[in-house]
């Protein structure tokens, strides 16, 4: 059973900082040739959004609304993903959620997906 367990959410004030984390598991499931990415559910439509991805090379790529702002990275050996916010403002507040996949048929599929943690930005 993979699991990936989000860490790092937290209420702080326009402005702020804030470095999430998460770490995969189980059935010696790897990172290492995955693609992970971090997706976000803003109230009060709930529609999950996008918002950073890296690649197994390290290749990342982001969100228009959060670049320049936010820096996903990953470690391998410890089998986990960041997700550095800076400069953070209200409309960031959501859940955050994790997820690891592959590219297939010219797509990527997010095989895995964490519980998510809870950003708040305060004004």
């Known amino acids: 059973q993979v699991q990936l367990v989000e860490s790092g959410g937290a209420l702080v004030q326009t402005g702020g900082s804030l470095k999430l984390s998460c770490l995969a598991s189980?059935?010696?499931?790897?990172?290492?040739?995955?693609?992970m990415a971090w997706f976000r559910r803003q109230a009060p439509d709930n529609q999950r959004e996008w918002v950073a991805?890296?690649?197994?090379?390290?290749?990342?790529n982001y969100a228009d609304s959060v670049k320049g702002r936010f820096t996903i990275s990953r470690d391998n050996a410890k089998n986990t993903v960041y997700l550095q916010m800076n400069s953070l403002k209200p409309e960031d507040t959501a859940v955050y959620y994790c997820?690891?996949?592959?590219?297939?048929?010219?797509?990527?599929?997010?095989?895995?997906w964490g519980q998510g943690t809870q950003v708040t930005v305060s004004s």
């Open positions: 997820t690891a996949g592959r590219y297939l048929n010219g797509r990527y599929s997010w095989d895995y």
């Open positions: 189980g059935s010696a499931f790897s990172i290492n040739a995955r693609a």
């Open positions: 991805i890296i690649l197994s090379s390290g290749i990342t």
